[in-house]
């Protein structure tokens, strides 16, 4: 006949220390054994986009696709939280605060307005940063080398390349003088993007003239001032408001038959007639790699800022050829694409 085991352990045949052993390991056995059952605890990782979705979503997109690459899956490895600023930086600081308040485990955040208001809402959070112009003037990180902060990720070298747009604008057009800059105060990246553009005007022999918007509605006037300083071209400034708008911007240069250099590719798709940058969908796809690294330990104070590798020339041939004008063939042979 089988013993019932409670009886067992209950029996007077059972020293009372072990008894009490065996009570002790089961009641152990009990909560360990709920804690293997309990799902793991997936890593939530934030993002901040100063555009709107209908504006960002191929960044956006690469961003996933990146996060993809390394194996991670929204809503099965890692938890995806996004936010958008619509082109309105305002919004910005309520915006991460929503994140703060998640406790995400990493920030990603894009652009200079954005990185900023991160800045301002947490020093503990880590965050990667992308499309950042001037992450050291900035005063989000100490060097590019060692950020020594919780700011990494990728930074967009604009400085520099407003000068490098300047002296693409002027190979395309030899007979110019006079360049309008179209420029938004309320971007704190301008300034330095200013200065650079200032020294690359006075080694190319081109006077420049500032023009200033803050919101759409300034574009007419912007267009005026220009005509008004008889400028013969106009460099517009990387911004998310005034890319936002940029049909209208591009109309504008078109009606007032204005050669206009961009920063982005979605200027000339949208018939702008120059644009030199960084590839951005390579830029935010890079940004999964600190990620990636972050939530397996690193600490972003020892990541090193990476500068753009890929740069895209885009010349619009239409536009070209609507406003009269003959673009060199060395420059044509050096684009990387040409709309034709």
């Not at 989000?140 to 407003?162: C, K, Q, Y």
């Not at 020294?199 to 008004?228: M, N, Y």
Request: proline share 7%; net charge positive; hydrophobic share 45%.
């Amino acid at each position: 006949m089988t013993r019932d085991p409670i009886a067992s352990i209950c029996s007077p045949e059972m020293p009372r220390r072990a008894f009490m052993a065996v009570i002790a390991g089961s009641l152990l056995a009990a909560p360990l054994a709920a804690e293997a059952q309990a799902p793991a605890k997936i890593p939530r990782v934030g993002y901040v986009f100063s555009r709107a979705p209908s504006e960002a979503h191929r960044l956006w997109d690469a961003a996933r696709q990146g996060l993809r690459e390394l194996g991670y899956v929204d809503g099965q490895n890692i938890a995806l939280e996004v936010r958008w600023a619509e082109g309105r930086f305002e919004r910005l600081p309520e915006l991460v605060a929503e994140l703060v308040r998640l406790k995400v485990d990493v920030l990603v955040v894009a652009a200079t307005p954005g990185a900023l208001a991160v800045k301002n809402a947490t020093r503990t959070i880590p965050v990667v940063m992308v499309a950042v112009a001037d992450p050291v003037g900035s005063g989000l990180v100490a060097s590019l080398a060692r950020p020594g902060s919780n700011f990494t990720g990728l930074g967009l070298l604009n400085p520099e390349i407003s000068g490098k747009r300047l002296e693409l604008l002027k190979e395309s057009l030899p007979s110019i003088s006079r360049v309008a800059v179209l420029t938004n105060p309320g971007n704190p990246s301008h300034a330095v993007f200013w200065k650079e553009t200032q020294a690359a005007a006075q080694t190319l022999g081109l006077q420049l003239q500032s023009i200033k918007v803050r919101a759409p509605e300034d574009f007419d006037e912007a267009f005026q001032a220009a005509a008004h300083g008889r400028a013969d071209a106009m460099l517009v400034f990387d911004d998310p408001m005034i890319l936002s708008s940029r049909a209208r911007l591009v109309a504008l240069a078109a009606k007032r038959r204005l050669p206009t250099m961009y920063g982005t590719r979605e200027f000339t798709d949208a018939g702008g007639l120059l644009s030199y940058g960084p590839n951005l969908l390579d830029q935010y796809r890079r940004t999964a790699t600190y990620v990636d690294k972050i939530l397996k330990g690193a600490k972003p104070a020892d990541l090193p800022i990476e500068q753009p590798t890929k740069f895209d020339l885009v010349i619009n041939l239409k536009t070209a050829k609507a406003l009269g004008l003959t673009i060199p063939q060395s420059l044509l042979q050096r684009a990387d694409e040409v709309i034709e």
